[in-house]
């Protein structure tokens, strides 16, 4: 049972990040074009077959893991950053600076799911970029509201009344005595964090918002295999197993994450 | 959660039922701004963007003039709320048609699909979250917790055209696309309502593994109450106000699912409408959709907030 609960994840996990990592090292030709083997089935020579251009899929795939790993980690490292200084600076100035920001939020989680990051891809065109300044955009907001509450809760406690009393100024006291103690629930929702990103990245790629082509992702591949879906459904189940193994993984690190670091359950 | 932001002291219920509709007002003011702004972001001109590099110069003047996009941008904005309240929501390039008809020509369909979806949620996630509960630790329990994790992980892009191959390809059950009678509904509705359903499944077994520990559900069983009654009559209907909340905090993932869904499905709603109009660079549909889409949602979620407080005595306080 812990092999399967948490083996198998951990290990699809490693396999993502060091096809990723690797890719522009393996002998991979995701983009040669070969026209004897427009849509071929999984065979020797591909084992995942062929698209609808003649590339091998499985070179796709690789190279899509590469995308949706640069674009997960860029997209929440963005994120925390600016969830942090946003959410940091409401908790601890509180007064009108505290209403303004979170005022600012609520207006940003009115916008439903990835509407918003839909809409800005749109405008600022496709590319890989555009695409992880989208995601940021919309993904900020729930950090920084997890640590403006974090921030709230802590900032009465007796070590922070110490530290002001001994003449911190505020950006010590949010550095060094506050942002340590939320970093498990941080990294608990950046974790969750990443597997959004990931089916963000893929959704937008696939609606032709994300990167531009011949750049593989699995959300464009998924986009341009459903034209074949009858004649070649492997164009379309190879990158959305990956999608989904990914992102299951992810979720169930941070499900086991959460457990270990006694982080209360969000809702 | 949301709702620890927005202020909810235990005022008097008018009192609460007034501050919740103010802050409504100002994140509405909010999401209006923020949009009118999203056309300011186009890199560049966005009127060059709409037009072509090989426009004449003349076209272009006239276009700029008549998006407002000469005058000064508190001029545009003032211009542009007024519009919008007045539901002139402008003119667009790709139709030649005012963008508010068309825009209510696309609603009904998306209404439709996204009604679908939250009923076959609901069907789905409620007597499995409560069997699950009920059946803690056991088989039911594992398979629902594992419908949960892998209905939650699923990318609904990609589910929709694994539906179309074995439902509609294979098996000819269902139309590929498109929407004409009740049968063009259904895989649209499961590729939007699993998630929905795999997320409300889990919150629904943790609420009442959560009642079930109370007094008076053992007041109930010692009173002789059935299995059955106890289980649906007082343990689900008390664990029914967290759900609630989720649903309204849902269905935003739910909206922005559907944009995904008409896509695959070509499903003729406000989704695809605003896909297409981000093709064709009609700015003014965009802004639109993205309006109506937001507003819908915040107008749910204010309903969601007032319902609560109408249906759990200690809330109203």
Request: net charge neutral; with cysteine.
């Amino acid at each position: 049972m812990s092999i399967l609960r948490d083996g198998l994840p951990a290990g699809l996990l490693l396999l993502w990040v060091l096809a990723a990592l690797s890719a522009p090292w393996l002998p991979l030709v995701p983009d040669r074009i070969d026209l004897t083997a427009i849509l071929a089935p999984p065979g020797a020579g591909a084992p995942l077959g062929n698209d609808d251009l003649g590339r091998p899929v499985l070179d796709r795939l690789l190279a899509g893991a590469r995308t949706s790993l640069l674009v997960g980690v860029g997209v929440v490292a963005i994120s925390v950053l600016i969830g942090v200084a946003v959410g940091g600076v409401a908790g601890l100035a509180g007064g009108w600076v505290d209403l303004a920001l979170v005022r600012l939020i609520d207006v940003f989680l009115a916008f439903p799911g990835i509407l918003l990051a839909i809409a800005l891809a749109g405008i600022l065109g496709p590319g890989i970029d555009n695409l992880i300044i989208a995601l940021a955009a919309v993904g900020w907001v729930g950090y920084a509201r997890l640590v403006r509450a974090q921030i709230l809760s802590l900032k009465r406690r007796d070590h922070v009344t110490a530290a002001l009393a001994l003449g911190a100024g505020p950006a010590r006291i949010l550095l060094r005595h506050l942002l340590p103690l939320t970093l498990a629930p941080l990294l608990v929702e950046a974790t969750f964090g990443i597997a959004a990103a990931v089916i963000a990245e893929a959704g937008l790629s696939f609606l032709g918002l994300g990167v531009q082509p011949p750049q593989a992702s699995w959300g464009s591949m998924i986009r341009d295999g459903a034209a074949y879906l009858l004649v070649a459904p492997h164009l379309v189940l190879a990158p959305g197993l990956a999608v989904l193994l990914v992102v299951l993984s992810v979720n169930l690190l941070g499900d086991r994450l959460r457990d270990r670091l006694d982080v209360r359950a969000g809702p | 959660m949301r709702r620890a932001l927005s202020s909810r002291q235990s005022t008097s219920g008018l009192t609460a039922v007034a501050a919740r509709v103010g802050s409504a007002a100002l994140v509405v003011l909010g999401v209006c701004t923020l949009v009118f702004l999203l056309i300011h972001l186009v890199p560049g001109d966005p009127v060059e963007a709409m037009l072509g590099e090989g426009a004449r110069p003349a076209d272009r003047e006239a276009l700029r003039a008549a998006l407002g996009l000469d005058r000064p941008l508190w001029e545009q904005y003032l211009g542009y709320l007024g519009r919008t309240a007045r539901l002139d929501l402008g003119t667009s390039f790709a139709y030649q048609r005012p963008v508010a008809p068309l825009l209510g020509e696309r609603i009904p369909a998306t209404l439709e699909l996204a009604v679908a979806a939250l009923t076959l949620s609901l069907v789905i996630a409620v007597p499995l979250g409560v069997l699950a509960a009920r059946y803690r630790g056991g088989a039911l329990d594992a398979g629902a917790m594992g419908f949960s994790l892998l209905g939650a992980a699923v990318p609904n892009f990609w589910l929709g055209p694994v539906l179309i191959l074995v439902f509609s390809l294979w098996l000819g059950w269902t139309p590929v696309s498109g929407r004409e009678g009740a049968a063009s509904l259904i895989l649209p509705a499961v590729t939007l309502g699993t998630g929905l359903a795999a997320v409300l499944a889990r919150m629904v077994r943790s609420s009442v593994l959560e009642v079930l520990a109370e007094d008076y559900i053992r007041t109930a069983r010692a009173k002789g109450l059935g299995e059955l009654s106890v289980l649906w009559g007082h343990a689900l209907r008390n664990a029914w106000l967290p759900v609630l909340t989720l649903i309204g905090l849902q269905l935003g993932a739910l909206l922005a699912g559907a944009v995904i869904t008409e896509t695959v499905f070509a499903w003729p709603g406000v989704g695809s409408l605003l896909i297409e109009a981000i093709q064709a660079r009609d700015y003014p549909v965009v802004q639109a959709c993205v309006l109506l889409i937001s507003l819908s949602y915040v107008l749910v979620n204010a309903l969601t907030d007032l319902v609560y407080g109408w249906a759990d005595p200690r809330v109203r306080g």
